[in-house]
């Protein structure tokens, strides 16, 4: 079956009985409607020991990730990955993830170029031993991110307190101009021997700028800030001061890096 631009593999009731395994240590599901899921006992899954789970470009409803999320009190590892719009409110996750709210130490939502379904973002708090996030930032702040002075209290009251490595996903720096070695600007991307600018916009530098500049404050373990073609950024001269004086400062990361960082690393930061 076809669901948005992706040929997708539709499962049925029966096919849970392939993931009915108490010694289950390491899920993968991609491109997968598993929506059918969502009838099954509530307790029909006994993956209790599962340490990573990784989802993606899937279909499911509220109730099919559930099933899989509920067992899951050792849960280390989890990504869920979107292309299209989310099943159901952004805001619901974090109450799904309960079960594993001790255990979860790496949480992945790469979900691109999409609208959140509501606008309150998603407390993310009680996940005290999250050392790595990936996240877009409107996800879990909301749009009143947009506003300087509500940051302060939006990172205590959403980010996981014990927060290592955060990687901004959707945070793409826009172009400002392209010119060569002669310094002659030209519109367009740079071919060969050409210079790419590029500037955060004034929403996404603020962010970036108070996560290094109070994390003291706020997030005192953050080690690392994480975004996209950071390398030809003019703003990065602006972050040097202060990853000097704070100990945490921002890194870049290649659309094709795929990031799953070693837990082992994670606690040596």
């Not at 594993?100 to 005290?128: C, H, N, V, Y």
């Not at 300087?148 to 490595?165: G, V, Y």
Request: net charge negative; charged share 25%.
């Amino acid at each position: 079956m076809t669901l948005g631009n992706w040929a997708a593999f539709k499962f049925e009731e029966d096919d849970a009985v392939l993931f009915r395994h108490r010694k289950l240590r390491r899920m993968r599901l991609s491109y997968i409607d598993f929506s059918a899921f969502g009838k099954l006992e509530v307790d029909y899954f006994q993956h209790s020991d599962l340490k990573g789970l990784f989802i993606e470009l899937c279909w499911y409803n509220h109730d099919a990730l559930d099933r899989l999320l509920s067992p899951t009190a050792r849960l280390q590892n989890l990504l869920i990955s979107h292309n299209d719009q989310l099943p159901f409110s952004e805001r619901l996750y974090p109450s799904l993830l309960a079960s594993a709210q001790e255990s979860l130490r790496i949480l992945d939502f790469t979900w691109r170029w999409k609208i959140p379904i509501e606008d309150q973002g998603m407390d993310l708090t009680q996940f005290k031993n999250l050392h790595f996030l990936r996240i877009p930032p409107i996800y879990l702040l909301g749009s009143a991110y947009m506003d300087d002075s509500a940051l302060p209290e939006l990172i205590r009251t959403r980010f996981p307190p014990n927060l290592k490595m955060l990687l901004l996903e959707n945070i793409v720096p826009r172009s400002i101009r392209v010119m060569n070695e002669r310094g002659i600007v030209f519109p367009g991307y740079p071919p060969p021997g050409y210079t790419l600018e590029l500037t955060l916009r004034p929403r996404d530098y603020q962010l970036v700028r108070f996560l290094i500049a109070e994390k003291h404050h706020v997030l005192p373990r953050l080690k690392y800030v994480l975004m996209y073609y950071m390398e030809f950024m003019q703003d990065f001269l602006d972050f040097y001061p202060l990853v000097k004086d704070n100990g945490s400062g921002p890194s870049p990361v290649l659309t094709t890096d795929y990031l799953n960082p070693l837990l082992d690393w994670l606690d040596e930061l």
